[in-house]
């Protein structure tokens, strides 16, 4: 379990939907990680990266590639870099 203020702090800037989903996968990997399952714990740390990765989309005021979706993250990360600076 998190503390509930974590969220709290999330959803007015993101889409809950991808709040939700960087919840759980880091409540799944801490408890892969109490458990010893070092495996299962590669998954979900391929979709906390890519809930992040949404939520950099979201941040950037880019479209944010729907869950489900396959992400091109060298995209995003190039488009991220050419906005890093720039003007509002």
């Keep these: 379990m998190i503390d509930p203020s974590i969220k709290g702090s999330l959803i007015p800037r993101f ?14 990997q801490k408890r892969n990680f109490y458990l010893g399952r070092m495996r299962p714990n590669e998954v979900e740390g391929g979709r906390f990266a890519e809930a ?27 488009t991220l870099e050419g906005r890093i600076g720039a003007p509002d």
Excluded: K, S, W
């Excluded at 992040?52 to 190039?78: C, K, N, S, W, Y």
């Design 15 to 28: 889409p809950a939907n991808l709040v939700d989903e960087l919840i759980e996968c880091y409540v799944e």
């Design 52 to 78: 992040a990765f949404r939520m950099l989309e979201h941040a950037a005021g880019l479209a944010v590639t729907p869950l489900g979706v396959q992400l091109d993250t060298l995209a995003i990360a190039r």
